[in-house]
């Protein structure tokens, strides 16, 4: 199996136009890799995307049952949304059935069928796996609204409603959803569909070949990865760290509240605050290590610092920190949120 790291996500191939010219990818002849990478992609990743898909769609039905009245649902709601279409790509069938045992060495992955049958399969790969990479840039521009939406709640919170209202939260989904919508779309563009005949192995089979032109190479690198990935974590990991410090501080403050109805609404705020921080910290956790390998290939972009086996190896942990941060929304409301977890045993047992 070739397998190319861009925009954060794994692309399968057994080789790839680089400029255009078609050059070979990685083919892992390493066992224990080869053994990683199988049980991962068809089975621990897979598992953990049918949870999180599930408890995604229970979350909208259970936000949507609660109303949009408050921003913050409306926010969720998105995120949920955007989660679902990166947890996909761990159930792409289509992709599995290029792992199937074969003719071929068990370390390609190929489509051993009719070249109308690997075209099918092609088709439907591609499109999953463009809406996990639409779906991983839309995560992280509605857990920056997020951690914007809670800033401004907590250190402004006479301006808030003022500030923050429906009609904004929801422009502000619109607008992600419009603007990156291009870049899975041009994603498209990179792909080409190879039918061919190994002799090595006495059979035709069919694969995915990348085009990655300048264009693409120089837009990632300098305009996609710094608005997709850096800035996010950047606000969301400070804006955190800002709101947590605030909120301490003003707990002792807090006890001293003359008014109880003043002192419920406070409370209601700080456990809203405590739920959605931490999905913002799970999202700076489980995006540390995309940082550090994007800013490694920017530093080094001219040096061949990674070895293959490093390259697959990280490759592999960010799509399952990927996977992890996605899938754990819905079980971060129902820990944190007692209004959420009512709902939720409402629509179960509707």
């Not at 068809?42 to 609660?66: H, M």
């Not at 921003?71 to 289509?94: G, K």
């Not at 002792?252 to 456990?271: E, F, G, N, Q």
Request: proline share 3%; hydrophobic share 50%; glycine share 4%.
């Amino acid at each position: 199996m070739g397998t190319s790291v861009k925009d954060g996500n794994t692309t399968d191939t057994l080789t790839s136009f680089v400029n255009g010219t078609l050059q070979p990818l990685l083919i892992i002849d390493i066992p224990i890799l080869y053994v990683i990478n199988t049980f991962a992609t068809v089975l621990v990743n897979p598992i953990i995307a049918l949870f999180g898909i599930t408890g995604n769609i229970l979350s909208i039905v259970v936000l949507v049952k609660s109303g949009f009245s408050k921003p913050s649902n409306v926010l969720l709601s998105a995120l949920c949304v955007a989660d679902t279409f990166v947890l996909i790509a761990s159930v792409n069938i289509p992709r599995f059935t290029s792992f199937l045992p074969g003719k071929k060495p068990n370390h390609i992955t190929l489509w051993e069928y009719s070249e109308t049958e690997c075209y099918i399969l092609y088709i439907l790969t591609i499109i999953i796996h463009g809406f996990n990479v639409y779906g991983v840039k839309l995560s992280a521009a509605i857990v920056t609204f997020i951690t914007l939406e809670r800033f401004i709640a907590v250190f402004f919170p006479l301006k808030f409603a003022a500030i923050v209202t429906t009609k904004r939260a929801w422009l502000a989904v619109i607008l992600a959803y419009v603007i990156w919508l291009p870049w899975p779309l041009y994603n498209f563009t990179l792909y080409r569909f190879s039918f061919q005949y190994f002799k090595f192995w006495d059979l035709y089979a069919g694969s995915i070949l990348i085009y990655l032109d300048d264009l693409f190479v120089v837009t990632n690198l300098y305009v996609v990865i710094p608005l997709g990935l850096y800035m996010p974590f950047i606000v969301v990991t400070l804006g955190s760290l800002l709101i947590a410090t605030k909120v301490k501080l003003t707990l002792a403050k807090r006890r001293s509240l003359v008014s109880s109805a003043s002192a419920k609404t406070k409370a209601s705020s700080s456990k809203t605050t405590r739920m959605l921080l931490t999905v913002c910290a799970v999202f700076s956790i489980t995006k540390f290590a995309s940082v550090i390998e994007y800013f490694a290939d920017f530093v080094n972009q001219n040096e061949d610092y990674n070895s293959r086996e490093l390259a697959l190896a990280l490759s592999l942990a960010i799509y399952f920190l990927d996977n992890v941060c996605s899938a754990s929304n819905f079980f971060i409301y129902v820990a944190l949120n007692k209004k959420f977890r009512k709902l939720l045993k409402e629509t179960i047992h509707c």
